[in-house]
C-alpha cells in the first residue's frame, strides 16, 4: 500500500529565501508524481506534474524533481514571496489505480 | 477552458439526515474522482471512475457512501445518514485517462465543506 509522507509539516520564511520542500513515497512503481497548491478555504491547484519517465519539471520559479530509485520528489520554490504562502501537496499515482496524497507542507513567507 | 464545477459549496445537516454533492468534471476528462479531505489532512481517495465504471472504491464506506456516474459526465457522491465524523471538504477531480498522450494530470474543484451537527 502506497504511503507518502511530505517534511516538513510547517516552514515559515522571510520573503525572498529559497526553499525545499520534500515529499516521499514507499512504493517506486508510480506512474506520475504531481505537486498542487491549496490555499485556505479553497481547492487544490496543480503546479508541476513529473511523469515517471522524467526527472524534473520547471514552471517559473518552481521546479520539481523525482527519483523513483530512492522514493522521493522535492519541489524547490526560488526567490520566495508572501503570495506563495499556501499548503502544498504532493500525490503518487500508482499507474492509474489510485492517488495517494501527502499531509502537505504549509508554507508562510514572511514580508 | 471551464474547470470542475461542483455543488453546493457549503452544506450544515445534522447527523443521521443525507446528504448529496455534485460534480460536473471537464469536457473530455474519462477519469473522475471524489475525494474526502479532513481539515489538516491530505486529501483521501474515496472512489474513480474511468467513464462510468468504477476503478477503486477501497476506501468509499459503502454502508453509508454512494456515488454514481450517469452517462459517464456528471457525478453524484451521497451520505445516508451522516455522522459527525463525516464533516470534511469533499474535492471532485477529474483527468484525461493516464495512459493518453497529452496526460497532465487531476483538475480540482472547489469542494463542497460539509458540516454535520
Known amino acids: 500500500k502506497q504511503e507518502v509522507t511530505q517534511i516538513p509539516a510547517a516552514l515559515s520564511v522571510p520573503e525572498g529565501e529559497n526553499l525545499v520542500l520534500n515529499c516521499s513515497f514507499t512504493d517506486s512503481a508510480i506512474y506520475n508524481l504531481q505537486w498542487f497548491r491549496q490555499d485556505p478555504g479553497k481547492g487544490l491547484t496543480s503546479l508541476l506534474l513529473i511523469q515517471s519517465s522524467q526527472r524534473e519539471q520547471t514552471s517559473g520559479r518552481l521546479n520539481a524533481s523525482l527519483d523513483k530509485s530512492s522514493g522521493r520528489s522535492t519541489l524547490y520554490i526560488a526567490a520566495s514571496q508572501p503570495g506563495d504562502s499556501a499548503t502544498y501537496l504532493c500525490a503518487a499515482d500508482n499507474y492509474g489505480q489510485n492517488f495517494v496524497f501527502g499531509p502537505g507542507t504549509r508554507l508562510s513567507v514572511l514580508p | 477552458e471551464a474547470g470542475v464545477a461542483q455543488s453546493p459549496r457549503y452544506k450544515i445537516i445534522e447527523k443521521r439526515q443525507s446528504v448529496a454533492f455534485w460534480c460536473n468534471p471537464i469536457?473530455?476528462?474519462?477519469?473522475l474522482y471524489w475525494y474526502q479531505q479532513i481539515l489538516g489532512q491530505g486529501p483521501k481517495l474515496l472512489i474513480q471512475?474511468?467513464?462510468?465504471?468504477?476503478?477503486?472504491d477501497s476506501q468509499l464506506p459503502k454502508d453509508r457512501f454512494s456515488a454514481e456516474r450517469l452517462k459517464g459526465v456528471d457525478s453524484t457522491l451521497k451520505i445516508q445518514p451522516a455522522k459527525l465524523e463525516d464533516s470534511a471538504v469533499y474535492l471532485c477531480?477529474?483527468?484525461?485517462?493516464?495512459?493518453?498522450?497529452?496526460?497532465?494530470?487531476?483538475?480540482f474543484g472547489p469542494g463542497t465543506r460539509l458540516t454535520v451537527l
Open positions: 469536457s473530455g476528462h474519462a477519469t
Open positions: 477531480a477529474s483527468s484525461l485517462a493516464p495512459w493518453l498522450a497529452g496526460e497532465k494530470g487531476q483538475f
Open positions: 471512475f474511468q467513464n462510468n465504471g468504477v476503478v477503486d
